[in-house]
């Protein structure tokens, strides 16, 4: 799977890529998308798929029923919490959907950009992908807040670079910032919706992997998500 999937990303030329040829630092972009096989869906559970023309009132809604701010991630290095910010409704309330709806547990950090980022949200398993077409397909109006900028420890959504001026987020594709000066190039074009509050230390541990030329890790990094409150 992994050799069908990069052997795609060169074909395709880095378009959507997480990095593109000028430097790692450039941009956080999403990870281009597989074409997989039909799968038979899930056994429905939420029934009303995100939209562009939805994701407003969805997300308003599902912000006012579920009010948890804080997650934990797993994974084999230790465990990363993070809290979400008020700040960002919309954003708050897609990641702790993304977490009750066990997508993240799917996911691994598939982007390892040394010294700058660890980037997560997807992965080539199949299981995302049919929880993925349950969701819906939508992206996330930017919620960019002067004040809530790219600082060591934020956490922050992806985004597609490429006919998108209004800078509207991935809903799935998050990263965590793990320059110790910041990445303030990416102040006011990317969402950030919060801060890891412990274990920056796992973060760094992830950020350290070998991965190769795609800045792929060369051992999947997969974590399990969870509501602590």
């Known amino acids: 799977m992994r050799l069908f999937f990069l052997t795609f990303v060169?074909?395709?030329?880095w378009i959507t890529s997480c990095q593109d040829n000028k430097s790692p630092k450039q941009n956080i972009q999403t990870k281009p998308e597989v074409q997989k096989k039909e799968v038979t869906p899930l056994?429905?559970?939420?029934?009303?798929?995100i939209t562009n023309k939805n994701v407003i009132?969805?997300?308003t809604e599902y912000g006012n029923k579920n009010k948890e701010r804080f997650v934990k991630l797993s994974t084999d290095f230790g465990e990363i919490e993070i809290e979400l910010y008020n700040e960002t409704p919309l954003h708050r309330a897609?990641?702790?959907q993304l977490v009750k709806r066990k997508f993240l547990n799917e996911t691994c950090f598939y982007r390892v950009a040394k010294g700058f980022v660890i980037q997560g949200g997807n992965s080539d398993r199949m299981e995302m992908a049919k929880i993925k077409r349950r969701i819906g397909q939508f992206t996330i109006p930017h919620e960019i807040k002067k004040k809530l900028k790219h600082h060591y420890g934020c956490v922050a959504m992806a985004r597609v670079y490429k006919n998108n001026p209004n800078k509207r987020s991935s809903?799935?594709?998050?990263?965590i910032d793990v320059d110790p000066k910041g990445s303030h190039h990416l102040d006011g074009e990317h969402t950030v919706i919060g801060r890891v509050i412990k274990g920056m230390d796992v973060a760094k541990k992830i950020n350290l992997v070998e991965v190769d030329f795609?800045?792929?890790p060369r051992k999947d990094v997969y974590m399990k998500a969870t509501i602590i409150k």
């Open 57 to 59: 009132e969805i997300l």
């Open 94 to 96: 897609n990641f702790i």
């Open 43 to 49: 056994k429905p559970k939420y029934t009303k798929r």
């Open 214 to 216: 795609s800045e792929w």
């Open 171 to 175: 809903p799935f594709e998050f990263y």
């Open 10 to 13: 060169i074909l395709s030329c």
